[in-house]
Structure formats: C-alpha cells, structure tokens
C-alpha cells in the first residue's frame, strides 16, 4: 500500500469509526437504564481534551481530514454526558458544565500562548480521563455498562492518527498525546473485558 493510499485509507477510517465510536455505549447505558461503571469525571476530562485539540487544530489549520472526526466524537460525549446525568439524577447539573465548556471553547484562542499552553496540557488531562476510568473500574470491581467496544474502537482511532500524524505534520506535541492515548485505552478495554469475564464466572 502506497503512502497516500495509507494517509487516506486512516483519515477515512478513523473518520467511519469515530462517527459511530460513542454509539455502542450510549446503547449500553439506555439498554441498562443505569450508568453504573461509567466514570462522570473520565467523561468530563475527555471532553475538554477533545476541545482543546480540535481548537488548536483549527487554529493552526491543520489538514481538515486530519481532526474532521472531533466535532462529531464531541457531539456524541454530550449525548453521552447528558445520558449519564439523567440516569445519576442530576441533569440540572450538566448546565453549568456546558456553559464553561462554552466559554472554554472562545477563551482558548484569545492568545496564542493560550491554546499552545492548553495543548501542553492536553495530554495530562486526557490521561487523566482514563486513569478516572480506570479507578472507577478498580474501585468497583466491575465494568458495568461500560462499552468494550467503544474502547476499542478508540484504540484504534488512535493507532490510525499516530500514523497519520506522522505522515502529515508530524506535530511532536500531538503524536506523544495518540501514543499515550493509545497505551492507556488499550489499558481500558484489558480491564473492562477483565472485569465482565470476572463477573460471567461469578454468575
């Protein structure tokens, strides 16, 4: 397979997957009508890192196919956040939470040393949205309604953007962030699966 060939087979792959990548996990939680498992401060985290690197993408235009997947995986974590609200009984506290995102999303760009900074950042606060997931897991020793499959298809959007970013614009700062994203939802996904083969045994 060419270079090219491969540039575009992972920008349009990751851009399918990610169209349906939060699908399987909303369907989880509306099937369980619970959303036991699911870490609310893992959901948040990994909202304000998909912000930040969408803006700084956008703000340093970047290759549109090369982040054209954030709008639509953000889109789906607000339905999801929403889903996990209600079934915590507390959907008068996503208001707030949509307000600062709101003014999160104008205040990154304001100067440059912002949205350079916050990208900086990103990678921490994303890891941190796994570790919260991860501790969530440990905690309760059972993966819930948590989605196996959202988290592998997300390992593999990462895998497919260390590839593109290498090929395209080979941004240091952003390739650390898919590498580590990877390791650590890949970490995710061992544990999810460890935990329900746990719980079929106990059954």
Known sequence: MGSGLLLQFCNWSTLVVCMVIKFPQIFALLSAKSSRGVSLKSLLLELVGFLVVLRYQSYYSYPLLTYLEYP????????????????????????????????????????????????????FISAASKFAQLQYLWEARDSGAVSALTWTMSSYTCATRVITTLMTTQDLMVLVRFLIMLALNIWVTATVLHYRKTATKAQ
């Open 72 to 123: 639509v995986i953000i889109a789906q974590d607000i339905v999801l956040l929403l889903c996990v609200f209600h079934y915590n009984g507390n959907m008068k506290q996503a208001v707030p939470y949509i307000a600062i995102f709101l003014g999160g999303w104008y205040l990154l760009t304001l100067q440059k040393w912002i949205i350079d900074l916050a990208m900086n950042l990103c990678t």
